[in-house]
C-alpha cells in the first residue's frame, strides 16, 4: 500500500483547486469515471492486493476522507475509476492544481496493479483531458512523473502528451528523487489527436458547464 500513501501525500502537497468547479460523471467506452463513496472502501483496499492488511485499510480510509473533504469544500477531487465490465473501482485520477488565471491544469492517474496493462490510464486520462479542455476550458494540461516510471510516461504519450523537460519537485515534497518529468498538451494539440475519439461522454446537465 505504499504506492497509495504516497499518492495521497503527492495529491495533498499541490495546491487546491482556487475555483469551486461542478464534478461531472464522466463516460469512455470501458470506464465510468465519478465521485467515490463510502462502499468504494473493499475496492480501494485491493488496489495493492493485500486483502485483510489492517494498514491497507487505514491507508485506503485515509484517501477517502481526503476526497470526502475536498468534494465537501471545493466541489471537486479525485475521480474514481469504475470498470464498466465488473463494476469494480480499479483506480482514480483528478486535476490536483489549477491556475485558473493561466487556464493551466494539472491531472495525475493512479491504476491499481492487478489492472495494469489493458490501455486503461490513457482511456481515463483522454476523458479527464477532455473534461478540462471542453468543460473548465483550459488551454494547457500537464501531468509528471519520476524519471524512471516509464510505464506512466507511456500513458501520458498514448494521450498525446510531449515531453518538455525535467522539473523540480515541490519544495515541501518528500520524495527523494531530485527531478520529475514534465508532460504537457495544448487544447489545439488535443482537438488534433483526438478528433477519432467519440465515445468519451461528460454528463452535464443542460446549460451548466464545470464552473459553479
Not at 461531472?24 to 463513496?37: A, F, G, P, Q, Y
Not at 494498514?55 to 464498466?84: H, T
Not at 468543460?135 to 501531468?143: E, N, S
Request: glycine letters at 8%.
Amino acid at each position: 500500500m505504499k504506492a497509495l500513501q504516497n499518492r495521497i501525500r503527492r495529491i495533498i502537497s499541490l495546491n487546491p483547486v482556487q475555483r469551486k468547479l461542478k464534478m461531472h460523471m464522466l463516460e469512455s467506452e470501458r470506464l465510468i469515471l465519478r465521485k467515490l463513496v463510502q462502499g468504494d472502501l473493499g475496492d480501494i483496499i485491493a488496489w495493492e492486493n493485500l486483502p485483510g492488511a489492517r494498514s491497507a485499510e487505514i491507508q485506503a480510509r485515509e484517501f477517502l476522507d481526503y476526497c470526502f473533504r475536498e468534494y465537501r469544500v471545493w466541489g471537486f477531487g479525485p475521480w474514481g475509476i469504475l470498470l464498466k465490465e465488473t463494476g469494480t473501482i480499479v483506480g482514480n485520477c483528478a486535476f490536483p492544481h489549477i491556475i485558473f488565471k493561466e487556464l493551466c491544469g494539472e491531472v495525475n492517474y493512479y491504476i491499481a496493479p492487478r489492472h495494469r496493462g489493458k490501455g486503461l490510464a490513457p482511456e481515463a486520462l483522454k476523458a479527464l483531458l477532455q473534461f478540462g479542455f471542453r468543460d473548465i476550458g483550459l488551454t494547457r494540461i500537464q501531468a509528471r512523473c519520476e524519471p524512471d516510471n516509464l510505464s506512466s510516461e507511456r500513458v501520458m504519450q498514448k494521450a498525446g502528451m510531449k515531453f518538455e523537460g525535467l522539473i523540480e519537485h515541490a519544495l515541501i515534497s518528500k520524495d527523494p528523487s531530485p527531478k520529475q518529468k514534465l508532460y504537457a498538451i495544448l487544447r489545439e494539440e488535443f482537438t488534433l489527436v483526438n478528433n477519432s475519439v467519440t465515445s468519451c461522454k461528460i454528463n452535464t446537465p443542460a446549460g451548466s458547464n464545470g464552473l459553479s
